[in-house]
């Protein structure tokens, strides 16, 4: 099993930046893919960003590219979220999620592992 535990979050003016971080623990060796996932209140779950193990490989929304990078550190076991140019609309509970398939996936029920989530506020 792997657990995953999120950090960073808070409240941040638009404009500014934060950095979420996502820290795995566990069977690490066996993941592949991790990345973020965003939820506001009275809205569906929503892709993020996601990365390959290595990092080589990433993919992101439509809404946060340009202003969002993931990243990886060596070792793949801890995944971050930089986010610069925030917009009220950021404005969500985000988690980091993990799975063990070979697949970068954008759909949250690909993912097996999940955190607890860490909130974004971002203020106009």
């Known amino acids: 099993q792997v657990q995953l535990v999120e950090s960073g979050g808070g409240l941040v003016q638009a404009g500014g930046s934060l950095r979420l971080s996502c820290a795995a623990s566990?069977?690490?060796?066996?993941?592949?893919?991790m990345g973020w996932f965003r939820q506001a209140p009275g809205k569906e779950r929503e892709f993020v960003a996601a990365?390959?193990?290595?990092?080589?490989?990433?993919y992101y929304a439509d809404s946060v590219k340009g202003r969002f990078t993931i990243s990886r550190d060596n070792s793949g076991n801890t995944v971050y979220l930089q986010m610069n140019s925030l917009h009220p609309e950021d404005t969500a509970v985000y988690y980091c999620?993990?799975?063990?398939?070979?697949?970068?996936?954008?759909?949250?029920?690909?993912?097996?592992?999940w955190g607890q989530g860490t909130q974004v506020t971002v203020s106009s």
């Open positions: 999620a993990a799975d063990r398939r070979r697949v970068l996936s954008t759909n949250g029920g690909e993912y097996e592992y």
């Open positions: 990365s390959s193990w290595s990092g080589g490989s990433t």
């Open positions: 566990g069977r690490t060796f066996s993941i592949y893919a």
